[in-house]
C-alpha cells in the first residue's frame, strides 16, 4: 500500500545517507593518510554528558584524522504541560554513532562530522488537571481511571552531527571531551482508550492538542551534546 511504499522509499534514503557518509569519511581518511610513530593506532574512552553515559573506539588513519563509533543513552522521567493538559513523560535516548575527527594541529584539539542512529522518543500520558476531568483545546472531557491519552513523539532515527573536541594522542591514560550539535525532527503521535472516542468532537480536539505539541517541540531540531570522559590509548 502507499504508506509501506513511503516507509520503504524513507528506509533507502536512509541507507543511502549512511552510505555517502561514510564513502565521505574513508575519501578523507585515505587522502590524509600520513602516520607517524608517536601517534596510538587506537583509543578506547568512556564519558558521560548530555546523551547519557558513553563508550566508543577511535581509530587513528593518520596524524590528522581518525574515525569512530560510540553508544551512548539514557532515560529521565518527567512531568510537563502543553495547552490545557498535564503529562507524565519520559525520555529515552540510544545513540550508535560514527563520525570523523580531523585533527588540524599537533594537539588533541579536532574537528568532527557525522551521524547518530538510533531511539530517540518521549512517551507521555495525559493526567486529569482536575477531579476526573481533563481538557483538551479548551473542552472539558469527563477522565475516568479506565481512560488513557498517550502521546510519542519520536525523532528521525539518522541525525547529522557536527562539532569539536578534544582527545588525547599519545599512549596510555588520556582526556576526551566532545562538544556539538545534533540535529533532528520529531513526529508526534496520540493513541486513547476507545470509549473517549464517542465523545463529542474528542477526535478533533486531541488532533488539534497533537498539533499544538508537535509544533512546540518542532522549533528545538538542534539537539546539544556535552560529553566529558577519560580514554586509553595504545
Known amino acids: 500500500n502507499q504508506q509501506e511504499s513511503i516507509t520503504y522509499h524513507i528506509f533507502l534514503k536512509k541507507i543511502k545517507m549512511g552510505k555517502i557518509l561514510l564513502l565521505s569519511i574513508l575519501v578523507v581518511a585515505f587522502t590524509t593518510a600520513n602516520f607517524s610513530a608517536d ?20 581509530h587513528f588513519v593518520s596524524d590528522t584524522f581518525a574515525v569512530r563509533g560510540d553508544i551512548s543513552g539514557f532515560s529521565y522521567n518527567k512531568d510537563f504541560g502543553s495547552g490545557d493538559v498535564d503529562y507524565h513523560g ?5 545513540n550508535v554513532g560514527f563520525y570523523g575527527d580531523f585533527f588540524p ?20 500520558t495525559a493526567k486529569p488537571k482536575g477531579a476526573g476531568k481533563i481538557k483538551l483545546n479548551g473542552q472539558e472531557y469527563e477522565y475516568s481511571g479506565d481512560d ?21 594522542k599519545s599512549a596510555g591514560w588520556g582526556f576526551n571531551a566532545n562538544l556539538g550539535v545534533i540535529y533532528g525532527r520529531a513526529n508526534v503521535t496520540t493513541r ?8 463529542p468532537k474528542f477526535a478533533e480536539n486531541l488532533e488539534a492538542e497533537r498539533a499544538d505539541v508537535e509544533n512546540k517541540i518542532g522549533k528545538y531540531k538542534a539537539y546539544p551534546v556535552l560529553n566529558l570522559g577519560v580514554s586509553y590509548s595504545f
Open 39 to 58: 601517534v596510538p593506532v587506537g583509543s578506547v574512552y568512556v564519558g558521560f554528558g548530555t546523551t547519557g553515559s558513553m563508550v566508543g573506539y577511535r
Open 90 to 94: 519520559k525520555l529515552q535516548m540510544l
Open 105 to 124: 594541529f599537533d594537539s588533541g584539539f579536532f574537528l568532527s562530522t557525522g551521524a547518530a542512529s538510533g531511539k530517540t522518543q518521549v512517551k507521555a
Open 148 to 168: 488513557f491519552i498517550e502521546a510519542k513523539a519520536k525523532y528521525n532515527s539518522f541525525r547529522p552531527y557536527a562539532g569539536i573536541g578534544y582527545a588525547s
Open 192 to 199: 486513547n482508550s476507545a470509549n473517549l472516542d464517542k465523545l
